[in-house]
């Protein structure tokens, strides 16, 4: 079983910058693929961006290309997401997911909570 806790969400002005962040805890997640997703109101949830193991490989959203980067610290447990240039549509509940499969669908075993992130225009 992992654990996860988001965090690092919040208010900010369109054009600013977040940086979330999700540590895992319980069975080692070190080894496990983290996801981002996130879900708008109204809307179903979206992939956002994803890490294997050890970082080496990376997806992204296109709608986030270029502005979010998700990197991880796997002797802190934690994956973060760093987000530049936010947008309005970039609202949502940002979830964190944990997997022994890399993919850009929902298809993960662990999911935290959700942080929300509101980006005002």
């Known amino acids: 079983q992992v654990q996860l806790v988001e965090s690092g969400g919040g208010l900010v002005q369109a054009g600013g910058s977040l940086r979330l962040s999700c540590a895992a805890s319980?069975?080692?997640?070190?080894?496990?693929?983290k996801g981002w997703f996130r879900q708008a109101p109204g809307k179903e949830r979206e992939f956002v961006a994803a890490i294997n193991w050890d970082g080496s490989t990376t997806y992204y959203a296109d709608s986030v290309k270029g502005r979010f980067t998700i990197s991880r610290d796997n002797a802190k447990n934690t994956v973060y997401l760093q987000m530049n240039s936010l947008k309005p549509e970039d609202t949502g509940i940002y979830y964190c997911?944990?997997?022994?499969?890399?993919?850009?669908?929902?298809?993960?075993?662990?999911w935290g909570q959700g942080t929300q992130v509101t980006v005002s225009s």
């Open positions: 319980g069975r080692t997640g070190s080894t496990y693929a």
């Open positions: 997911a944990a997997g022994l499969v890399l993919t850009t669908t929902p298809a993960y075993n662990y």
